[in-house]
């Protein structure tokens, strides 16, 4: 009876062990199912457009009845996108530059200096980016109107560094405190000054985080719709709000021609976020905003 008894209860608390993990593979394989759907989804939505831009006609079948490019042609010359794509590099890059040479010594500062309201001034830092742009685009926009800059390049250029300079700030600070403070303490004995402590000591260490942050802001600027959308112009539009202009803007447009664009801007959108995650860990601004926030 005591070997009986023995078993049965080891049996029980085997079965109670089992019971979680079999808890956890269930809601693992529902969590990898709903990711597979969606992506499966996300996936057809895309190959879709890239066949649509590709075809001659196509209804009621599964492909096309025939192939060609003509649609990238007539959407390239109909669109103006020549004149497009140069304003979108003529903002990002600046946007880019500026932004560097803003946040860069302001994150220096955050990072090595402690001061009253410190952790306020991060959390305002931080505002810009978990705020929907629109929530404060339309009164950027509004100061922008009456200034008279909303409407060029030096408009959407300012909209676009609100976010952007905080994106630099934050994505830097982390790069600068893993430095060791002693570096620069012994170059200073060594009579170095404070230019050549940032430019000779400083600036080599810090190359992939600046690069990283270039390439954050490059991707988060060219895809950046709400602000540029408030500020542009006629010779001030970038190719994200070119595209939204071509499907909602009055005129009659071949549908192909529409899905060319379409696909000319999500093909440079993937090719700026596979060169961005190789250079940047996706969880890095998580981790940072939410220890600031916190």
Same mark, same amino acid.
């Given at each position: 009876m ?10 029980? *608390? ?42 001659t ?11 060609t490019t ?11 996108l020549?004149?497009? #794509? ?12 500026v ?12 990072? /090595?200096r402690?001061?009253p309201?410190?952790?306020?001034? #991060? ?7 978990? @705020?929907p ?9 509004? %100061?922008?109107? /009456? ?6 390049l030096?408009? %959407?250029?300012l ?10 700030i934050l994505? #830097? *600070?982390?790069?600068?405190?893993? $430095?060791?403070p ?5 170059? /200073?004995? =060594?009579?170095?000054?404070t230019t050549?402590?940032f430019?000779? $000591? ?11 942050? =270039? $390439? ?18 006629p010779?001030?539009?970038?190719l ?11 005129? $009659? ?12 801007y999500?093909?440079? #959108?993937?090719?700026?976020?596979v060169?961005?995650? /190789? ?6 601004? @998580? ?8």
């Amino acid at each position: 009876m005591t070997n009986t008894s023995t078993l049965a209860a080891g049996a029980a *608390t085997a079965a109670e062990r089992a019971r979680p993990r079999r808890q956890v593979r269930v809601w693992a394989v529902v969590v990898w199912a709903v990711l597979a759907f969606f992506f499966l989804n996300l996936l057809a939505l895309i190959a879709s457009v890239v066949v649509d831009s590709l075809g001659t006609q196509w209804f009621g079948t599964w492909l096309p009845r025939s192939f060609t490019t003509h649609w990238y042609s007539d959407a390239w010359s109909e669109f103006g996108l020549s004149s497009v #794509m140069v304003v979108t590099a003529q903002v990002a890059v600046t946007v880019v530059v500026v932004s560097v040479l803003i946040g860069v010594p302001a994150a220096y500062v955050l990072a /090595r200096r402690t001061f009253p309201g410190k952790r306020i001034l #991060m959390m305002l830092f931080v505002l810009p980016i978990l @705020v929907p742009p629109i929530s404060y685009g339309i009164p950027l926009a509004t %100061v922008l109107y /009456r200034v008279h800059l909303a409407g060029t390049l030096s408009g %959407v250029i300012l909209a676009n560094l609100v976010p952007s300079v905080p994106f630099v700030i934050l994505t #830097m *600070t982390p790069f600068i405190e893993q $430095i060791d403070p002693k570096i620069e303490a012994a170059a /200073r004995m =060594c009579g170095a000054r404070t230019t050549a402590v940032f430019t000779r $000591i400083l600036a080599p260490l810090l190359v992939p985080g600046i690069l990283a942050a =270039c $390439i954050l802001v490059l991707v988060r600027t060219v895809g950046m719709f709400e602000l540029t959308f408030l500020t542009a112009g006629p010779d001030s539009t970038t190719l994200v709000v070119a595209l939204y202009n071509s499907v909602f803007a009055a005129g $009659i447009r071949a549908n192909q021609s529409v899905d060319a664009m379409a696909t000319i801007y999500t093909g440079s #959108m993937l090719v700026l976020l596979v060169i961005a995650l /190789r250079f940047v860990n996706p969880t890095q601004l @998580v981790t940072r905003a939410r220890e600031e926030t916190q």
